[in-house]
Nanobody
């Protein structure tokens, strides 16, 4: 059993910053890629950023230069630093991780989400 728990969502004014965290726990042998996705009201879930176990990153064009994804492999935690937030960043942000369990099976887990609201 693997769990992902996000935190850090909040209400912030446009131009402000937030830092999201997502901690993985449970029967983890190793964590491969981790990522952040978001879903705005009435829209489909979309990729925000991903990071491999080696630290290679990938970003959606809409957040490049404003968001930074990072991870702590000791703490099994992934972070998303969000700067210069815009109203269009308002969404529920979900953490995702590709995990090899102690039983050597591979699972893709999702957190329950954390709400980010950016006011204009």
């Amino acid at each position: 059993q693997v769990q992902l728990v996000e935190s850090g969502g909040d209400l912030v004014q446009a131009g402000g910053s937030l830092r999201l965290s997502c901690a993985a726990s449970g029967s983890i042998f190793s964590i491969n890629a981790m990522g952040w996705y978001r879903q705005a009201p009435g829209k489909q879930r979309e990729l925000v950023a991903t990071i491999t176990s080696g630290g290679s990153t990938n970003y959606a064009d809409s957040v490049k230069g404003r968001f930074t994804i990072s991870r702590d492999n000791v703490k099994n935690t992934v972070y998303l630093q969000m700067n210069n937030l815009k109203p269009e960043d308002t969404a529920v942000y979900y953490c995702n991780a590709d995990i090899t369990t102690t039983g050597r099976s591979r699972v893709v887990s999702w957190g329950k989400g954390t709400l980010v609201t950016v006011s204009s």
